[in-house]
Protein backbone atom coordinates (compact mmCIF):
# COMPACT_ATOMS: atom_id res chain seq x y z
CA UNK A 1 0.00 0.00 0.00
CA UNK A 2 0.77 3.65 -0.17
CA UNK A 3 -0.72 5.26 2.01
CA UNK A 4 0.44 6.04 5.26
CA UNK A 5 -1.29 6.44 8.32
CA UNK A 6 -2.45 10.05 9.26
CA UNK A 7 -0.49 11.21 12.12
CA UNK A 8 -0.71 14.91 13.72
CA UNK A 9 2.67 15.06 13.66
CA UNK A 10 3.19 15.47 9.96
CA UNK A 11 4.37 18.85 8.42
CA UNK A 12 4.16 17.38 4.66
CA UNK A 13 1.40 15.05 3.67
CA UNK A 14 1.07 14.25 -0.33
CA UNK A 15 -2.30 12.71 -1.15
CA UNK A 16 -2.58 11.02 -4.58
CA UNK A 17 0.19 13.70 -6.16
CA UNK A 18 0.33 13.13 -10.29
CA UNK A 19 2.56 15.17 -12.54
CA UNK A 20 3.08 15.04 -15.83
CA UNK A 21 4.78 17.26 -18.44
CA UNK A 22 4.12 17.53 -22.45
CA UNK A 23 1.12 17.24 -24.25
CA UNK A 24 -0.23 14.42 -26.08
CA UNK A 25 1.69 11.72 -27.77
CA UNK A 26 4.78 13.37 -25.89
CA UNK A 27 3.25 13.67 -22.15
CA UNK A 28 5.80 11.94 -19.82
CA UNK A 29 4.18 10.25 -16.76
CA UNK A 30 6.32 11.06 -13.78
CA UNK A 31 4.35 11.13 -10.72
CA UNK A 32 1.87 8.37 -10.74
CA UNK A 33 -0.56 8.89 -7.57
CA UNK A 34 2.30 9.41 -4.61
CA UNK A 35 1.25 8.92 -1.26
CA UNK A 36 3.74 10.40 0.91
CA UNK A 37 4.14 11.90 4.48
CA UNK A 38 6.95 13.38 6.63
CA UNK A 39 6.63 14.02 10.40
CA UNK A 40 7.63 16.57 12.36
CA UNK A 41 11.28 15.34 14.45
CA UNK A 42 11.95 12.83 11.94
CA UNK A 43 14.71 12.33 9.08
CA UNK A 44 12.71 10.34 6.64
CA UNK A 45 14.64 9.56 3.04
CA UNK A 46 13.13 9.03 -0.01
CA UNK A 47 14.74 6.69 -1.99
CA UNK A 48 15.10 4.65 -5.50
CA UNK A 49 16.74 4.41 -9.21
CA UNK A 50 17.47 7.71 -11.33
CA UNK A 51 14.59 8.95 -12.42
CA UNK A 52 11.91 7.02 -10.60
CA UNK A 53 10.72 10.63 -9.43
CA UNK A 54 12.00 11.64 -6.48
CA UNK A 55 13.43 14.98 -7.05
CA UNK A 56 10.22 15.98 -8.86
CA UNK A 57 8.54 15.21 -6.17
CA UNK A 58 10.34 17.01 -3.47
CA UNK A 59 10.36 20.32 -6.12
CA UNK A 60 6.63 19.74 -5.66
CA UNK A 61 6.73 19.88 -2.24
CA UNK A 62 8.52 22.31 -2.08
CA UNK A 63 6.57 24.42 -4.10
CA UNK A 64 8.89 24.80 -7.40
CA UNK A 65 6.58 22.68 -9.67
CA UNK A 66 2.27 22.86 -9.07
CA UNK A 67 0.94 18.87 -9.51
CA UNK A 68 -1.01 18.32 -12.15
CA UNK A 69 -3.48 16.42 -9.83
CA UNK A 70 -3.33 15.34 -6.01
CA UNK A 71 -2.88 17.41 -2.83
CA UNK A 72 0.13 18.87 -0.96
CA UNK A 73 0.01 20.21 2.08
CA UNK A 74 3.09 21.65 4.06
CA UNK A 75 1.96 22.34 7.90
CA UNK A 76 -1.44 21.87 6.87
CA UNK A 77 -1.61 24.48 4.29
CA UNK A 78 -2.34 24.00 0.29
CA UNK A 79 0.44 26.05 -1.49
CA UNK A 80 -1.52 25.96 -4.90
CA UNK A 81 -4.08 27.88 -3.11
CA UNK A 82 -1.57 30.78 -2.10
CA UNK A 83 -0.99 33.57 -4.97
CA UNK A 84 2.17 33.74 -6.53
CA UNK A 85 4.03 36.35 -4.30
CA UNK A 86 2.56 34.35 -1.08
CA UNK A 87 3.83 31.62 -1.93
CA UNK A 88 7.58 33.05 -2.14
CA UNK A 89 6.85 34.44 0.93
CA UNK A 90 5.94 30.97 2.54
CA UNK A 91 8.80 29.34 0.94
CA UNK A 92 11.35 31.61 2.09
CA UNK A 93 10.16 31.47 5.34
CA UNK A 94 9.81 27.58 6.13
CA UNK A 95 12.08 25.87 3.60
CA UNK A 96 15.73 24.85 3.70
CA UNK A 97 17.50 23.53 0.28
CA UNK A 98 20.85 21.45 0.50
CA UNK A 99 21.50 21.21 -3.28
CA UNK A 100 23.18 18.28 -4.66
CA UNK A 101 25.92 20.73 -6.29
CA UNK A 102 25.86 22.88 -2.95
CA UNK A 103 25.03 26.47 -5.21
CA UNK A 104 27.59 28.50 -3.47
CA UNK A 105 28.07 32.00 -4.55
CA UNK A 106 31.70 31.88 -5.71
CA UNK A 107 32.74 35.30 -4.92
CA UNK A 108 30.53 35.52 -1.20
CA UNK A 109 32.83 33.82 1.40
CA UNK A 110 31.03 30.38 3.71
CA UNK A 111 29.66 33.18 6.41
CA UNK A 112 28.16 35.03 3.38
CA UNK A 113 26.83 32.18 1.66
CA UNK A 114 25.16 30.65 5.01
CA UNK A 115 23.78 34.07 5.31
CA UNK A 116 21.82 34.53 2.21
CA UNK A 117 18.73 33.59 3.14
CA UNK A 118 18.41 35.96 6.08
CA UNK A 119 19.52 38.69 3.75
CA UNK A 120 16.73 37.60 1.54
CA UNK A 121 14.60 37.96 4.12
CA UNK A 122 16.00 41.52 4.87
CA UNK A 123 17.76 41.21 8.17
CA UNK A 124 20.91 43.67 8.08
CA UNK A 125 24.03 42.35 6.62
CA UNK A 126 26.09 42.78 9.48
CA UNK A 127 23.37 40.65 11.56
CA UNK A 128 22.71 38.20 9.20
CA UNK A 129 26.64 37.50 8.92
CA UNK A 130 27.16 37.19 12.67
CA UNK A 131 24.23 35.32 12.97
CA UNK A 132 25.21 32.95 10.06
CA UNK A 133 29.33 32.51 11.39
CA UNK A 134 27.86 31.72 14.73
CA UNK A 135 25.99 28.66 13.29
CA UNK A 136 29.13 27.73 10.78
CA UNK A 137 31.10 27.81 14.30
CA UNK A 138 28.98 24.90 15.84
CA UNK A 139 29.25 22.78 12.79
CA UNK A 140 32.39 22.77 12.74
CA UNK A 141 33.64 25.46 10.72
CA UNK A 142 35.14 28.73 12.87
CA UNK A 143 38.93 28.65 11.30
CA UNK A 144 36.89 28.86 7.46
CA UNK A 145 34.24 31.05 7.84
CA UNK A 146 35.98 34.14 5.77
CA UNK A 147 37.56 31.95 3.20
CA UNK A 148 35.87 31.51 -0.62
CA UNK A 149 34.59 28.53 -2.06
CA UNK A 150 36.84 27.36 -3.84
CA UNK A 151 39.53 27.23 -0.98
CA UNK A 152 37.04 24.94 0.63
CA UNK A 153 36.81 20.89 0.40
CA UNK A 154 33.61 19.75 -0.58
CA UNK A 155 32.67 18.30 2.95
CA UNK A 156 33.05 21.67 3.67
CA UNK A 157 31.19 23.52 1.09
CA UNK A 158 28.08 20.82 1.96
CA UNK A 159 28.58 21.70 5.74
CA UNK A 160 28.26 26.12 4.27
CA UNK A 161 24.70 24.86 2.23
CA UNK A 162 23.58 22.92 5.46
CA UNK A 163 24.29 26.34 7.38
CA UNK A 164 22.83 28.01 4.43
CA UNK A 165 19.51 25.68 4.96
CA UNK A 166 19.43 26.12 8.53
CA UNK A 167 20.23 29.70 9.16
CA UNK A 168 16.89 31.04 8.94
CA UNK A 169 15.05 28.35 11.03
CA UNK A 170 12.89 26.67 8.48
CA UNK A 171 10.39 24.43 9.50
CA UNK A 172 11.27 21.90 6.52
CA UNK A 173 14.37 21.17 5.23
CA UNK A 174 14.80 19.33 1.50
CA UNK A 175 18.14 17.57 0.77
CA UNK A 176 18.86 16.23 -2.69
CA UNK A 177 21.53 13.42 -2.84
CA UNK A 178 23.67 15.75 -0.07
CA UNK A 179 26.25 12.37 -0.09
CA UNK A 180 26.45 11.75 -3.92
CA UNK A 181 29.44 13.19 -4.56
CA UNK A 182 31.56 12.41 -1.40
CA UNK A 183 33.25 9.90 -0.12
CA UNK A 184 32.05 7.30 2.53
CA UNK A 185 33.67 9.57 5.58
CA UNK A 186 32.74 12.60 4.57
CA UNK A 187 29.13 11.02 3.62
CA UNK A 188 28.61 10.13 6.91
CA UNK A 189 29.99 13.33 8.60
CA UNK A 190 27.72 15.04 6.51
CA UNK A 191 24.56 13.09 7.88
CA UNK A 192 26.00 13.10 11.01
CA UNK A 193 25.76 17.00 11.33
CA UNK A 194 22.28 16.92 9.52
CA UNK A 195 20.60 14.19 12.08
CA UNK A 196 22.01 16.25 14.85
CA UNK A 197 21.62 20.14 13.84
CA UNK A 198 19.00 19.65 11.41
CA UNK A 199 16.18 17.14 13.12
CA UNK A 200 14.09 19.17 15.69
CA UNK A 201 10.95 18.45 17.30
CA UNK A 202 9.14 21.24 15.27
CA UNK A 203 10.93 20.50 11.86
CA UNK A 204 11.20 18.01 9.14
CA UNK A 205 13.86 17.10 7.06
CA UNK A 206 13.39 15.17 4.08
CA UNK A 207 16.70 13.77 2.28
CA UNK A 208 16.55 12.29 -1.56
CA UNK A 209 19.39 9.29 -2.15
CA UNK A 210 20.36 6.36 -3.73
CA UNK A 211 23.45 6.00 -1.68
CA UNK A 212 22.55 3.02 0.56
CA UNK A 213 25.45 3.54 3.29
CA UNK A 214 23.68 6.10 5.01
CA UNK A 215 20.06 4.28 5.51
CA UNK A 216 20.56 3.97 9.23
CA UNK A 217 20.66 7.55 9.76
CA UNK A 218 17.08 7.81 8.49
CA UNK A 219 13.61 7.07 11.27
CA UNK A 220 11.19 6.61 7.88
CA UNK A 221 12.66 5.09 4.46
CA UNK A 222 10.08 5.34 1.68
CA UNK A 223 10.97 3.29 -1.61
CA UNK A 224 10.09 5.03 -4.84
CA UNK A 225 10.12 3.62 -8.55
CA UNK A 226 8.05 4.24 -11.64
CA UNK A 227 6.48 7.43 -10.10
CA UNK A 228 5.18 5.68 -7.06
CA UNK A 229 6.03 4.92 -3.59
CA UNK A 230 5.94 1.05 -3.30
CA UNK A 231 6.58 0.80 0.59
CA UNK A 232 7.43 2.70 3.05
CA UNK A 233 9.96 1.43 6.49
CA UNK A 234 9.49 2.98 9.89
CA UNK A 235 13.15 2.41 11.53
CA UNK A 236 12.48 4.25 14.65
Excluded at 179 to 205: F, I, K, Q, Y
Amino acid sequence: MNAQPTSQTAAVRCRSVHKHFGQGDNRIHVLRGVDFEANRGQLSFLVGPSGCGKTTLISVIAGLLDTTDGKVELFGENTEDMGAEQRILFRRRNLGFVFQQYNLLPALTAAENAAVPLLAAGVKRQEAVDRATDLLVKLGLESRARELPNKLSGGQQQRVALARALVHEPRLIVCDEPTAALDHATGEAVMELLAGSAVHPERAVIVVTHDNRVFHFADTIAHMDDGRIHRTEHRN
